[in-house]
Antibody, heavy 119, light 109 residues
Framework: EVQLVESGGGLVQPGGSLRLSCAAS????????MHWVRQAPGKGLVWVSR????????SYADSVKGRFTISRDNAKNTLYLQMNSLRAEDTAVYYC????????????WGQGTLVTVSS | EIVLTQSPGTLSLSPGERATLSCRAS???????LAWYQQKPGQAPRLLIY???SRATGIPDRFSGSGSGTDFTLTISRLEPEDFAVYYC??????????FGQGTKVEIK
């Protein structure tokens, strides 16, 4: 069974940093591109970042470019999102999602981890 | 960036009724790269439709997708109690950013 389990969320002050993790199991993690998607309270889904299967290529939404870094450790089956210079508008539930190899859509999602940026 | 606009914002219907949700793109989207997701309160999104019209594994056949170019539709033929949720369209074919519509809430009338 495919499982994605996020962790690392919490309360952080503006300007602070946080690293999210997404532990993957039930599939060959190293074969899949992975994504982070966030959802502010009561709002819609917003794509944040993606990484290819071996970690050599990454992309970011303009709103997080230069502040967030996506990475992965295929030996540990884990996806990461390093978030620096956090702002109040980064407050959201952060989901990791797997990109289906054949179709490109997001076929599995984690349960999400809440990041709150507030003083 | 491709902007996706969903309508209506809220759809009030009764169980057994037909739901028709619209997703309009600011520029043409390859049909191969248009998806629909369902999200219930406190849960992660769930993939329903990919490639504009292909049902994901385990999705009941009362859910169907159609459309091409800039206009796409998700239809729920007969609403079941568990179908009341928020639905998002997504385009994922162009270069980043990947974008989502703002969502349509299907609520019980």
């Amino acid at each position: 069974e495919v499982q994605l389990v996020e962790s690392g969320g919490g309360l952080v002050q503006p300007g602070g940093s946080l690293r999210l993790s997404c532990a993957a199991s039930g599939f060959t993690f190293s074969s899949y591109w992975m994504h982070w998607v966030r959802q502010a309270p009561g709002k819609g889904l917003v794509w944040v970042s993606r990484i290819n299967s071996d970690g050599s290529s990454t992309s970011y939404a303009d709103s997080v470019k230069g502040r967030f870094t996506i990475s992965r450790d295929n030996a540990k089956n884990t996806l990461y999102l390093q978030m620096n210079s956090l702002r109040a508008e980064d407050t959201a539930v952060y989901y990791c999602a797997r990109e289906d190899i054949l179709t490109g859509c997001f076929d599995y999602w984690g349960q999400g981890t809440l990041v709150t940026v507030s003083s | 960036e491709i902007v996706l606009t969903q309508s209506p914002g809220t759809l009030s219907l009764s169980p057994g009724e037909r739901a028709t949700l619209s997703c309009r793109a600011s520029q043409s989207v390859s049909s191969s790269y248009l998806a629909w997701y369902q999200q219930k309160p406190g849960q992660a999104p769930r993939l329903l439709i990919y490639g504009a019209s292909s049902r994901a594994t385990g999705i009941p056949d009362r859910f169907s997708g159609s459309g091409s170019g800039t206009d796409f539709t998700l239809t729920i033929s007969r609403l079941e109690p568990e179908d009341f949720a928020v639905y998002y369209c997504q385009q994922y074919g162009s270069s980043p950013p990947i974008t989502f519509g703002q969502g349509t809430k299907v609520e019980i009338k």
